[in-house]
């Protein structure tokens, strides 16, 4: 009988302590797949806010079993070494812009950096949400990267420190570019002198004369605080800022199907969030530089557009061959683009 009662509490107390274990989630579960997300911009931007968003979701929709480290503002890593750390594993998520992959021998990346190829973001929305925006992410597997999504940011508006009203105005400016030949090729048709600087060098740059002025969409003009040290806003929205997400393929390829299914879930809502804020957050942004009364921002009359198109368009023709001429026409073709028409 003494011999049955000791069994009886034996197999109690080994019940409870398998009950204590199922309560305890960190100590015994898995421990959760990190996925590390570094940009350059700040928080409170389209990327900014997209980049949290998935942090978020990823973790609800794998219930905790995929953990998103943001980390934003160039935290970790500047514009090039991001993608070395992506490509190296260092990290597994980045969003950096549509400019910044030809460096890495994708070339035809650099097709959206093509002046005043998208009219609006309808027109910009035919490729990144159709075959041609896909056909462009898939050529990055060759680079050991995963294109998941286009990220909208917005149109581009060109800063100084003296008015920029006409062509001429540019004549002898050091422009900060991002790392783009397309870029280059633009501010050398203005008669500017790019100079390829990190995001995150850029603000410093201005303000010690480094260089005289730069181009950007006004959230990361604003939120950046260029226009602290830039005295003259052209609205010239000349080009497009936007971004695509990438992951380390191996990485991506290596993670469970339904973890990876889950996350893309998490991407297309992200991407929602991106595309729906973008538009509203650049046109907030521009009140609020001209709300701090330290810049002046200047609308081009329409004939001043058309002059610094005309100065511009000559650059797609310049390009052809870098970015190839077939990409170039696919685009032209979705969008109705004609260079030869101004
Ligand atoms: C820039 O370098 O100007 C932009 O690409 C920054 C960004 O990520 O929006």
Same mark, same amino acid.
């Given at each position: 009988?003494?011999?049955?009662?000791?069994?009886?509490?034996?197999?109690?107390?080994?019940?409870? #302590?398998?009950?204590?274990?199922?309560?305890?989630?960190?100590? !015994?579960?898995?421990?959760?797949?990190?996925?590390?997300?570094?940009?350059?911009?700040?928080?409170?931007?389209? =990327?900014? =806010?997209?980049?949290?968003?998935? @942090?978020?979701? @990823?973790? %609800? /929709?794998?219930?905790?079993?995929?953990?998103? $480290?943001?980390?934003?503002?160039?935290?970790?890593?500047?514009?090039?070494?991001?993608?070395?750390?992506?490509?190296?594993?260092?990290? *597994?998520?980045? @969003?950096?812009?549509?400019?910044?992959?030809?460096?890495?021998?994708?070339?035809? +990346?650099?097709? !959206?950096? /093509?002046?005043?190829?998208?009219?609006?973001?309808?027109?910009?929305?035919?490729?990144?949400?159709?075959?041609?925006?896909?056909?462009? /992410?898939?050529?990055?597997?060759?680079?050991?990267?995963? &294109?998941?999504?286009?990220w909208d940011n917005g149109f581009k508006v060109m800063s100084a420190n003296r008015p920029l009203k006409t062509v001429e105005d540019y004549k002898g400016?050091?422009?900060?570019?991002?790392?783009?030949?397309?870029?280059?090729?633009?501010?050398?048709?203005?008669?500017?002198?790019?100079?390829?600087?990190?995001?995150? $060098?850029?603000?410093?740059?201005? *303000?010690?004369? #480094?260089?005289? &002025?730069? %181009?950007?969409?006004?959230?990361?003009? !604003?939120?950046?605080?260029?226009?602290?040290?830039?005295?003259?806003?052209?609205?010239?929205?000349?080009?497009?800022?936007?971004?695509?997400?990438?992951?380390?393929?191996?990485?991506?390829?290596?993670?469970?199907?339904?973890?990876?299914?889950?996350?893309?879930?998490?991407?297309? $809502?992200?991407?929602?969030?991106?595309?729906?804020?973008? +538009? *509203?957050?650049?046109?907030?942004?521009?009140?609020?530089?001209?709300?701090?009364?330290?810049?002046? #921002?200047?609308?081009?009359? /329409?004939? $001043?557009?058309?002059?610094? =198109?005309?100065?511009?368009?000559? #650059?797609?023709? *310049?390009?052809?061959?870098?970015?190839?001429?077939?990409?170039?026409?696919?685009?032209?073709?979705?969008?109705?683009?004609d260079p030869s028409k101004l």
């Open positions: 009988m003494a011999q049955l009662d000791f069994t009886n509490v034996l197999r109690r107390s080994m019940l409870g #302590v398998a009950a204590s274990i199922a309560l305890l989630p960190s100590a !015994f579960a898995q421990s959760p797949i990190i996925i590390k997300f570094s940009h350059v911009v700040a928080l409170d931007t389209p =990327k900014g =806010k997209a980049a949290d968003f998935f @942090a978020k979701r @990823a973790g %609800e /929709l794998t219930k905790g079993r995929v953990k998103v $480290e943001v980390y934003p503002n160039s935290q970790l890593y500047k514009d090039k070494e991001e993608m070395e750390a992506l490509q190296l594993g260092s990290v *597994q998520m980045l @969003a950096p812009s549509l400019s910044k992959f030809a460096p890495l021998g994708v070339k035809e +990346f650099e097709v !959206f950096d /093509l002046p005043f190829i998208f009219d609006d973001y309808n027109d910009l929305h035919k490729i990144t949400g159709g075959p041609v925006g896909q056909a462009l /992410l898939k050529k990055l597997e060759t680079r050991g990267i995963t &294109g998941l999504a286009y400016l050091k422009m900060r570019i991002q790392s783009s030949k397309v870029l280059d090729a633009e501010m050398r048709a203005l008669g500017a002198l790019p100079q390829v600087l990190a995001f995150s $060098e850029t603000y410093q740059a201005l *303000q010690t004369g #480094v260089v005289d &002025g730069t %181009e950007n969409p006004p959230s990361n003009l !604003f939120t950046q605080k260029m226009h602290e040290v830039q005295k003259h806003v052209s609205l010239t929205n000349h080009g497009y800022l936007g971004y695509a997400v990438v992951v380390n393929k191996k990485f991506w390829d290596g993670l469970p199907a339904d973890i990876r299914a889950a996350l893309n879930k998490a991407m297309v $809502e992200s991407t929602k969030v991106a595309n729906d804020v973008a +538009f *509203q957050d650049n046109v907030d942004a521009l009140a609020k530089v001209q709300a701090t009364g330290k810049t002046t #921002v200047y609308k081009p009359s /329409l004939a $001043e557009r058309f002059l610094l =198109k005309k100065a511009l368009v000559p #650059v797609h023709k *310049q390009m052809a061959s870098r970015i190839g001429d077939e990409t170039m026409q696919a685009i032209y073709k979705e969008t109705s683009f």
